[in-house]
């Protein structure tokens, strides 16, 4: 797929969007698209190496007391996706900003199928911030979705 097809399909997925109150959402030069609900920025991203979008927010700020606590509570989150719903979550480069980011397959996509992970990306991150917010860790671990979770695969 070229560049200029790439980017037409993601407008045209994102095009999807602008039905629920977007209003002429498209990729910038840089290949981004940034939507703001409330105070929450989400950010759609082209990935052409992969031929993927990446959908991803700010998913909360580590707290300066229990680090190590609710990075545990992260990770174990992170394990197989099951607590994250299949995204990820990650370190911002800043050592601080904890990013909830999930890839969703450029070809083929709907409009439906990226408001799916644009409001799952938000839930979750909204989840996770709130989380670390108030209690530096999650009061309830999100529930793993059915079929996500395999701690069973992990040998030790």
């Excluded at 992969?50 to 990075?71: C, K, R």
């Excluded at 607590?83 to 979550?89: D, E, P, S």
Aim: charged fraction near 20%; aromatic fraction near 6%; charge should be negative.
């Amino acid at each position: 797929m070229q560049l200029e097809d790439a980017r037409n399909a993601a407008n045209a997925a994102l095009a999807g969007l602008s039905a629920k109150g977007g209003d002429g959402l498209q990729l910038d030069e840089q290949d981004v698209c940034r939507l703001v609900f409330d105070s929450t920025s989400l950010y759609v991203v082209l990935d052409m190496a992969e031929l993927d979008l990446v959908v991803w927010a700010p998913a909360g700020v580590l707290p300066p007391e229990g680090q190590v606590e609710a990075m545990r509570t992260l990770l174990q989150a992170n394990l197989f996706w099951g607590g994250t719903n299949g995204a990820t979550l990650s370190l911002a480069p800043d050592g601080e900003t904890v990013i909830l980011a999930r890839r969703v397959p450029l070809i083929g996509l709907q409009g439906a199928e990226l408001s799916w992970a644009v409001e799952q990306t938000l839930d979750d991150a909204t989840t996770f911030n709130k989380g670390l917010a108030f209690a530096g860790v999650l009061a309830e671990e999100p529930e793993a979705p059915a079929g996500r979770s395999l701690p069973h695969a992990i040998r030790g």
